[in-house]
């Protein structure tokens, strides 16, 4: 039912700033909750920011605290990933993803996925 549709990413220098998108279709993406996962080279898939289906609580991985944010535009039925102050390590393929449960903060759970974008930092 649910479908995801990513734009954004790119090539960017070290310090720059990019903002991901997250669109959804055949359901109000209100209702879900959102998860941002990022997969490093030679990395594991790990959820680097996250919004509740409960309340709308936000959550940020320790190494993205202060520099990214995650935000809701209903009207658009979109979700958002604001990066800032990027690094070389922020490097690697980014996947929205939702699921009725009340966070998506593990691939696991995930019911519904975005196709990936891809963030290149260089230094």
């Known amino acids: 039912q649910l479908q995801l549709v990513q734009s954004g990413g790119g090539l960017v220098q070290l310090g720059e700033s990019l903002r991901l998108s997250c669109a959804a279709s055949?359901?109000?993406?209100?209702?879900?909750?959102v998860g941002w996962f990022r997969q490093g080279p030679g990395k594991e898939r790990e959820a680097i920011a996250g919004i509740s289906s409960i309340d709308d609580k936000l959550y940020y991985e320790d190494s993205v605290k202060g520099r990214f944010t995650l935000s809701r535009d209903n009207a658009k039925n979109a979700v958002y990933l604001q990066m800032n102050d990027l690094k070389p390590e922020d490097t690697g393929s980014y996947y929205c993803a939702a699921d009725l449960s009340a966070w998506v903060l593990t691939p696991q759970v995930a019911r519904y996925w975005g196709q990936g974008t891809e963030v290149t930092v260089s230094s």
């Open positions: 055949g359901g109000n993406l209100g209702n879900y909750a």
